[in-house]
């Protein structure tokens, strides 16, 4: 009898991690990924593991997202030594995402004992390091979408295209015990079908247990069309008043599809003369990894890239400055109006952008366009929930620039993509929602119910379900 108990993404978005336990397969993680939100050193140094590291056998990863996957360093640190298991381009993307959060973790880790140390407070050892990162990703087992893979003595698995992100999976896992089959299916997080880089997420026919996402469980994105639109013009009128643009952008999936959507602009001639920025160095690396596997992503649009532009995103966009240094990145506060500026993070809660907002959020003339899902807790969602004042590095700011959304460019399934990836599963699984705020989770609840008559349940973190 196998058991699942919700370590995180239980009633909310970040952190998700599943253990899946029982007689054939062992002690398996379903993704070991980090929370969100709040002061990062504080938040990682009280997050703490509700089992033994020591005692998991293998994690498996349905992508690279660090609410997926930040984790991973820690589990090594307290114990873990067994494997990571992953499609081969999530592997890759990991070796970019861990050595960046790593690197940030240790830098605000360094500055904050500074502060400690002036005020006579006691220093913080550091829960994880480099080394953990190291041995991380010497662990990672990269396999192909749709090959089997064995899990232990009575499981496998399979990972199918989730549509997401690059190299993000739906996880299959089959238990067997005695002469009885179980299928497992885990969603990951799901992406839209019309995205521009992705495929559509693979649809599966059969499950006992589901395991789906709901972050968008109560809404629906616009169109990628629509997208498109609403950013040209809200680039026309910004350029009309002289300011600049500021984008919040996760550097894994929502940038690369950013890139492509200005590079589609500008060979329509409807970029004006805006001089493009990609203000971060692990945005600049996932873009190549992306640019390696841009032959498997999304048929059409791709191939059309591939045709004219040479297989590559960066150069899809003859008027991209990479600022990959920090003297590079502040040269950018030099020009007065006129620059779109893609930095991390996406959420706002670290990185580069925070700089561009000090220098540009108080100025009328300025946009800010978010492309992506703004956790509780974190600055972008204050700022998306029409704050007028922020705060950042110890000062109070004016929000005067014009904050947009681009919904559409969510690397998402929205509610109506949810609920068809669902009713796709014939008999009914066992379906349990997860990786949802509660309204989201609740309004797809019922619609579920409504539209397909089918119960599913929400579990809360800590709570355990058996097979
Ligand atoms: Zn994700």
């Not at 009575?154 to 999976?169: E, K, N, T």
Request: hydrophobic fraction near 40%; proline fraction near 3%.
């Amino acid at each position: 009898m196998a058991t699942i108990t919700f370590h995180g993404a239980a009633q909310e978005v970040t952190g998700s991690c599943h253990l899946l336990e029982g007689a054939g397969v062992g002690r398996v993680l379903l993704d070991c990924g980090m929370h969100q939100g709040g002061d990062a050193v504080e938040r990682i140094q009280d997050e703490e593991f509700a089992f033994d590291p020591a005692s998991i056998d293998a994690v498996v990863l349905s992508h690279a997202h660090l609410d997926h996957s930040g984790m991973l360093p820690r589990l090594y640190n307290e114990g873990f030594t067994g494997p990571v298991i992953c499609t081969r381009a999530t592997a890759e993307l990991l070796e970019v995402m861990l050595n960046d959060s790593v690197g940030l973790y240790l830098r605000d880790l360094e500055r904050t004992n500074i502060r400690n140390a002036r005020r006579g407070r006691p220093l913080i050892d550091p829960v994880y390091t480099m080394e953990d990162v190291e041995m991380a990703l010497s662990k990672c087992q990269g396999h192909r979408y749709n090959e089997n893979v064995s899990l232990g003595e009575g499981a496998s698995l399979r990972f199918y295209d989730a549509g997401h992100i690059l190299g993000s999976a739906i996880v299959e896992i089959t238990l067997r015990e005695k002469n009885e089959e179980k299928v497992l299916v885990f969603s990951g997080d799901l992406g839209k079908s019309d995205s521009v880089l992705m495929n559509e997420p693979r649809v599966l026919e059969r499950a006992d247990v589901l395991l789906v996402e709901s972050t968008y469980g109560d809404r629906e994105h616009r169109g990628e069309e629509d997208t498109v639109v609403q950013l040209r013009e809200i680039l026309r009128e910004t350029w009309r008043i002289g300011g600049s643009v500021m984008i919040p952008a996760f550097a894994v999936g929502r940038t690369q599809d950013i890139l492509f959507h200005l590079g589609c602009l500008h060979y329509q001639g409807e970029l004006d003369n805006w001089q493009v920025f990609l203000d971060s160095p692990m945005a600049i690396a996932v873009t190549r990894v992306y640019d390696r596997w841009l032959k498997l992503l999304d048929g059409d649009d791709v191939r059309h890239l591939c045709d004219v532009h040479k297989t590559s995103l960066e150069k899809f966009l003859p008027t991209l400055n990479l600022a990959a240094s920090t003297e590079e990145s502040m040269a950018i506060n030099r020009i007065k109006g006129g620059a779109i500026i893609i930095a991390g993070s996406g959420m706002c809660t670290g990185g580069r952008i925070r700089h561009h907002f000090k220098s540009r959020i108080w100025d009328r003339r300025n946009t800010v366009i978010f492309t992506g899902y703004q956790a509780r807790g974190t600055l972008g969602r204050v700022i998306v929930d029409g704050a007028k004042n922020i705060k950042m590095f110890g000062d109070e700011y004016v929000v005067k620039a014009r904050v947009e959304t681009l919904g559409g460019l969510s690397a998402h399934a929205g509610q109506s993509g949810l609920m068809d990836w669902i009713r796709a599963f014939q008999p009914r699984p066992r379906t349990l929602l997860v990786h949802g705020e509660p309204g989201a989770q609740d309004a797809l609840a019922e619609k579920l119910w409504r539209e397909q008559q089918l119960k599913v349940q929400i579990p809360a973190r800590g709570e355990s379900i058996v097979l």
